[in-house]
């Protein structure tokens, strides 16, 4: 069993098995999300002082700040997968 690995920018990685979602962060239900998750301890930055353009949550609860917009953060991942329909979601 070979772990995938997912680049969110500036050489952060991620396993690709752990995330459940990449979302935009403009929306209200997301930044209260965010807000929780920072309260919680479960809010990692990897955006290194710049703008969030995505939130990635992962399996175990954490939430995870990225400076990459969602877009690049999934075909990064798909990248990563040999078998993968490059579907757009509606």
């Known amino acids: 069993m070979t772990i995938k690995l997912v680049n969110i920018g500036f050489g952060n990685i991620v396993s ?23 309260e919680r301890g479960l809010l990692i930055d990897a955006t290194y002082g710049r703008r969030t353009r995505a939130v990635i949550v992962a399996d175990s609860g ?11 953060v999934k075909h990064r991942l798909q990248a990563r997968e040999p078998n993968s329909e490059n579907v757009d979601p509606v």
């Open 16 to 38: 690709a098995s752990r995330i459940i979602s990449i979302v935009s962060p403009e929306s209200a239900p997301i930044k209260r999300v965010v807000t929780e998750a920072r």
């Open 62 to 72: 954490h939430i995870i700040l990225s400076a990459v917009q969602p877009e690049t």
